[in-house]
């Protein structure tokens, strides 16, 4: 294994380790929207985020209790501002963390393999590849420097809200 291809890989593997980090902080955050959108107690709001056991459905709770009748749009739209908003970046963190990893022979690139199958009209298509080449890096520091803004963003409206914290 040549020096540069350990380099590019250890750059990924420590960006996506940030990216996870940044990810499980940040959607954690969603526990506390929970138990000021129910009334609840933090760790009854714990309870409801951890039975949830995917990020759309945890998103899709935070929605749907912001969107009942009677809220105010004050607590309602930034809410869903910040829901959206988790939801747009998860698809990079889903793509990285879905996936298993090999290296392109040539370059030395590490290449993600998506560990979904594609049902199509009259077959399937099975592991799409993709290069983790430079550009794709950068793409994943991105989306961390913008979850790390968004943590920062939702914890105001916690803290605007008054949210048990």
């Known amino acids: 294994m040549d020096e540069a291809f350990e380099t590019r890989f250890d750059r990924l593997i420590l960006l996506v380790g940030r990216l996870n980090y940044m990810w499980t902080n940040t959607e954690s955050l969603l526990i506390h ?14 309870i409801i985020f951890l039975t949830l056991n995917t990020t759309r459905a945890r998103i899709d709770l935070v929605e749907r209790l912001a969107k009942m009748e009677g809220r105010p749009p004050e607590i309602r739209d930034p809410i869903l501002e910040h829901t959206q908003r988790l939801s747009r970046l998860s698809s990079i963190r889903n793509k990285y963390n879905h996936c298993i990893y090999s290296f392109d022979q040539e370059s030395g690139n590490p ?6 199958i594609a049902d199509r009209k009259t077959d399937i298509k099975l592991g799409r590849e993709d290069t983790v080449d430079d550009k794709a890096m950068k793409e994943i520091e991105d989306v961390v420097t913008q979850l790390s803004n968004a943590n920062r963003d939702i914890w105001k409206v916690i803290t605007q809200l008054s949210f048990p914290v």
């Open 33 to 46: 929207l929970i138990a000021g959108l129910t009334g609840a107690n933090k760790d009854v709001a714990v």
């Open 111 to 116: 290449k993600t393999i998506l560990m979904r």
